[in-house]
């Protein structure tokens, strides 16, 4: 026998399917409570959607440690093999909003929740290692030009390529976004990666990494057309497929390696070991793995798990640190903040958010939406003497050395923002790759002004003379003027084609 229905607050519903009126053909009637209550709360059924990563998929699952690192971390949760810690995850396209397509050309966004004894551990990843920016103050601007025009509401690629062509930095995730490798089959035939590099330590000493999930179903891509055909047919394939596979309990996993620097190295490395938009090549420090990641169980309701799921790369543990990545310090504010704004202040509290191998113990109090027993009569306040929390200085973090006045600064270390594109162009790409990469880039690039399109093409060409010269042919620009603005300095490249 099924349960009889009731309003939000308990009291039994007479009728749901007629709403009171003043007579059989009358207007209907503002005491009609049910009907308020039921329209009030439809009105306020959609959150505000995340300003990035607005469409995405998530499960339940654990992470085991398989092999001992314990010399570099003392966090609880990897300090013995063998050792399980519940997880969420949830997998993302990055610019599309809630209604766009699985497929389309994004990077992916791959955000963990590690549930504990310390605390929730969070990583905040994409499933390409690096990025498009170094610097957060671009953050903003490098968004609103993936979204849509102020005037028209379109996607515009004059916004998109008007700044990518301004911004150097950004070629190697551009040429790995419009390789096969920005559209990946599903979610589970894509690795992850922490893309910052990150500090673990011990109490006596600490290293810096950067963490690789490589998927166990190997790692597949779908090429332009297929993706194209894919978004037509079933705009939701990679949440669907996600969800089905681990319904039939075909249950996707992950190895989870880690890059290892000593301290002491990063002084004297070739590359800025903090620029998110390099990577470190595995010749000089190869990938270690030290875990299992695996998704084993589905959200029984979307809204409260995967919508609602809100991640942090500042949510650390002891043993787990920030680098000096500016990337990454933004996003150590930007994250919690958008959370706040679109889930509330309290939305720690939410169940998915809750930590679940540890009990909180804080002085924050009241707020939107606070529906546990709020702290009760326990102070609010601290010192106290009435038994409250106090802090615990086993979990300090180790400090960092600074130097030097505050200011404003040009990026200060030794740079080239193309040689890493171009050992993934020439090196790392075969020619049916390369094939892909032009014919995704020009149906992109195309539809941009002619100007664009030769700055952009000067970029690519100063990666590879091949890669400037044929997206120049394929989009009908003149190749030799791109090879002209190529050797330009930046500075005269931009005034050349402004």
Not at 298 to 303: A, H, L, M, S, V
Not at 405 to 418: A, K, L, Q, S, V
Request: proline share 7%; glycine share 8%; net charge negative.
């Amino acid at each position: 026998m099924s349960d009889k229905m009731t309003n939000s607050f308990g009291r039994p519903v007479v009728d749901d399917q007629h709403t009171a009126t003043a007579g059989v053909d009358g207007p209907a009637l503002i005491e009609d409570t049910h009907l308020i209550d039921k329209l009030a709360h439809f009105d306020r059924e959609r959150i505000p959607e995340r300003v990035v990563h607005a469409k995405g998929a998530g499960a339940y699952g654990y992470f085991e440690v398989t092999a001992d690192v314990s010399l570099y971390t003392k966090a609880s949760f990897l300090s013995e093999v063998g050792k399980r810690t519940d997880i969420f995850a949830r997998f993302s396209t990055v610019g599309g909003e809630k209604g766009s397509a699985d497929s389309d050309r994004d990077p992916r966004g791959f955000a963990l929740k590690f549930y504990t004894e310390d605390g929730n551990y969070e990583m905040v990843g994409n499933n390409t290692p690096v990025f498009f920016i170094r610097d957060p103050l671009k953050f903003p601007d490098f968004i609103h030009t993936q979204k849509r025009n102020p005037a028209t509401n379109l996607k515009d690629p004059d916004m998109f390529w008007d700044f990518l062509s301004l911004t150097p930095e950004s070629l190697h995730q551009v040429t790995i976004l419009f390789s096969d490798r920005g559209t990946p089959k599903s979610y589970r035939y894509m690795n992850g990666y922490s893309s910052h590099t990150y500090l673990w330590y011990t109490d006596t000493n600490r290293y810096w990494v950067k963490l690789h999930f490589k998927t166990d179903q190997g790692n597949e891509s779908l090429t332009g057309p297929e993706a194209a055909e894919l978004a037509a047919s079933d705009p939701d394939s990679a949440t669907r497929d996600l969800y089905a596979a681990i319904a039939s309990d075909n249950d996707p996993s992950w190895t989870v390696n880690v890059q290892i620097m000593n301290e002491a190295d990063a002084a004297n490395y070739r590359y800025d070991p903090f620029d998110v938009t390099k990577v470190w090549p595995h010749s000089d420090y190869p990938l270690i793995p030290f875990g299992k990641m695996v998704l084993n169980r589905n959200p029984e309701n979307y809204f409260a798990d995967v919508e609602q799921a809100a991640f942090s790369p500042g949510s650390f543990v002891p043993g787990v640190a920030a680098s000096p990545d500016k990337m990454l310090q933004g996003r150590l504010f930007s994250y919690p903040d958008t959370h706040r704004h679109r889930l509330g202040t309290n939305y720690s509290l939410i169940p998915v958010n809750q930590p679940k191998g540890t009990v909180p113990r804080t002085y924050e109090r009241d707020g939107s939406m606070r529906v546990d027993g709020n702290f009760g009569g326990n102070p609010n306040y601290y010192p106290n003497t009435f038994d409250g929390p106090i802090p615990d200085e086993s979990g300090a973090e180790p400090g960092l050395a600074v130097t030097g006045m505050t200011g404003r600064y040009e990026y200060p270390h030794p740079n080239d923002d193309y040689e890493q594109p171009r050992a993934l162009f020439a090196d790392v790409m075969d020619d049916t790759d390369r094939d892909h990469l032009i014919a995704n880039v020009s149906g992109h690039l195309g539809g941009a002004q002619k100007r664009l399109q030769l700055r952009q093409c000067a970029l690519f060409h100063r990666v590879h003379p091949e890669f400037g010269i044929r997206v120049a042919e394929a989009i009908g620009v003149d190749a030799d003027e791109v090879a002209r603005l190529a050797a330009l300095t930046q500075e005269e490249l931009v005034a050349a084609t402004s």
